[in-house]
T-cell receptor
């Protein structure tokens, strides 16, 4: 079945550091890929998505590129801020039927000033 | 506009009791999902509704779990004879029926604690 594997957390960085959170997936067919974020005390919200190979999703300075050859969707940001502290989830869905999300285990990111 | 709402926000119940969790999706969203977030299992899919039908119930962990949706809107997740392993945050999400890989909008969740 479909699955998503994220790098283990927690991750702690200083403000303005470069961020990478690795995500790889296993899926049949051509899934869509997502990054969701959960800020402290808030619900899950979509950060970015990509629906086909070589697409790049971007939002709030974050980027991720759908790499079919390496089955990866790594999240990157060039200069993190304290306000980026949150839990980040990589996820995939099929493109027909239920389109239910399959999530990675989540990575807790803490940015220190 | 209003987002997805869930009630109650917190529920503490004794082992063996039944509980009902409610989800109000975004108006007009035809697809509705229930997920569960727990320390041991992460975020996992429970059930999917399209309108009032549930074509995918594959994530329900046992026959103690059931869900219904009425009027293409509100959904209720019912857990009978609760067990301690049912303790988790139950999340509801809705999606417009249009298009491919449409965004799922999540509610704030119901934190269930079984004592």
């Amino acid at each position: 079945g479909n699955s998503v594997t994220q790098m283990e957390g927690p991750v702690t960085l200083s403000e303005e550091a470069f961020l990478t959170i690795n995500c790889t997936y296993t899926a049949t067919g051509y899934p869509s890929l997502f990054w969701y974020v959960q800020y402290p005390g808030e619900g899950l919200q979509l950060l970015l998505k990509a629906t086909k190979a070589d697409d790049k999703g971007s939002n709030k300075g974050f980027e991720a590129t759908y790499r079919k050859e390496t089955t990866s969707f790594h999240l990157e940001k060039g200069s993190v801020q304290v306000s980026d502290s949150a839990v980040y989830f990589c996820a995939l869905s099929g493109n027909q039927g239920a389109q239910k999300l399959v999530f990675g285990q989540g990575t807790r990111l803490t940015i220190n000033p | 506009g209003a987002g997805v709402s869930q009630s109650p926000s917190n529920k503490v119940t004794e082992k063996g009791k039944d509980v009902e969790l409610r989800c109000d999706p975004i108006s007009g969203h035809t697809a509705l999902y229930w997920y569960r977030q727990s320390l041991g299992q992460g975020l996992e899919f429970l059930i999917y509704f399209q309108g009032n039908s549930a074509p995918d119930k594959s994530g329900l962990p046992s026959d103690r779990f059931s869900a219904e949706r009425t009027g293409g809107s509100v959904s209720t997740l019912t857990i009978q004879r609760t067990q301690q392993e049912d303790s988790a945050v139950y999340l509801c999400a809705s999606r417009s029926g249009q298009g491919r890989a449409g965004e799922q909008y999540f509610g704030p969740g119901t934190r269930l604690t079984v004592t």
